[in-house]
């Protein structure tokens, strides 16, 4: 699928575009990788592990997402394009709402516009589940994105294809809650925002794998939901140090108790899979719905149930106390 393809991350510098790029290295012999990304002290540490130039694919571009002119030079013979970039941190974005806008709409369109001009095969943009009846800006933003990635496909008669990808919270991401807590524990303090708080959780791993498992199956403006499971944030606590003091403090700025990833008017066009949900576009005259629920996965998918919907709370499942200390374990960055 992506060997002696040319391959560009915006946001390469991420948690997610690191673990890409790892794992695409690993697994597959592309042409070239590109990072692209605006923080230049990422790059140097990145190019620490993996050096430019040699035999070795990967090149790194400093540029911005905002920066079309940039980006559309950067897709200089590209096949495919993961957009990672954005500004993510809820409170951030309340207080600085324009901020986000230009980087998150206005950059996200530019992804579009650029792969167009490019001759670019696939697009797959990263969503979030807090892009589902947003309540905070970031959401907001990240809904109106992923709509003009679904709608991009309009205007492109064959390429690029442009899909959207969407999960929960990433295990050990940075401004995460486990990071959060782990930098807390030292206080013998755990500051909670609610009890009653729930939110989806997926791996880097997890999320990586099924980025490239959608690149392979898109046919262009789906959404691409995995399942996955849910976790209580009282019990994130516990699995850290159950010695230590509980405070709850109240929720932040534009923060939902619970989060979705499918709502039930979403589920009037959803498909289920065994391991993943797709939302079809709404513009589909080009579609065999009928070959993509029966071709599109060695399980044959079907339509959800009307009243369907998918959220954290409601979730059929959710780690346990034991499985997310599993899961911190597990994390290198926290660990060595």
Known sequence: MLNEKSILITGGTGSFGKKFIETILNNYQPKKVIVYSRDELKQFEMQKIWPEGGSNPIRYFIGDVRDYHRLKMAMTDVNVVIHAAALKQVPTAEYNPFEAVKTNIIGGQHVIDAGLQSGVEKIVALSTDKAVAPINLYGATKLCADKLFVAANNYSKRQPKFSVVRYGNVAGSRGSVIPFFLKCKNTGVLPITDKRMTRFNISLKQGVDFVLECLQKMWGGE???????????????????????????????????????????????????????????SYRSNWDIEKFIKESDKHPGCYVPEGFYYNSKKNSQFLSVDQIREIISSLEEFNQ
């Open 223 to 281: 959404i691409f939901i995995p399942k996955i499971p849910s976790y209580n944030i009282v019990d994130v606590a516990r699995a850290i140090d159950s010695n230590c003091k509980i405070e709850f403090v109240g929720i932040r700025p534009g923060e939902k108790l619970h989060e979705d990833m499918i709502t039930s008017t979403d589920a009037l066009n959803t498909i289920e899979f065994k391991n993943y949900y797709v939302i079809l576009p």
